[in-house]
């Protein structure tokens, strides 16, 4: 079973930017579909964005153009850069195969305020 540690988060102004990082374990990484996922208050987990084996992407509409997903299959990583952060943002940030399955990290608070 693959386990994720997600780490990155914080408080950030409206505009600003994060980094994430999510460390996977196992030795299928590679041929693993990864995703970001996000829940705020009283809402859904929702994905974020995704990236194939390959490496091509999908996003949400909510974060086109602001976040970019990567992977580094040597490392098991997967990272989420996002820009023009917003209050919207905000929420707790997992990393998940796609779709996803088996237990859910801790994950990592982002809080976008002024």
């Known amino acids: 079973q693959v386990q994720f540690v997600e780490s990155g988060g914080g408080l950030v102004q409206p505009g600003g930017s994060l980094r994430l990082s999510c460390a996977a374990s196992g030795s299928i990484f590679s041929i693993l579909v990864m995703g970001w996922y996000r829940q705020a208050p009283g809402k859904q987990r929702e994905l974020v964005a995704r990236v194939y084996t390959g490496g091509s992407t999908n996003y949400a509409d909510s974060v086109k153009g602001r976040f970019t997903i990567s992977r580094d299959n040597a490392k098991n990583t997967v990272s989420l850069q996002m820009n023009s952060l917003k209050p919207e943002d905000t929420a707790v940030y997992y990393c998940?195969?796609?779709?996803?399955?088996?237990?859910w990290g801790q994950g990592t608070q982002v809080t976008v305020s002024s």
């Open positions: 998940n195969t796609y779709p996803s399955a088996g237990a």
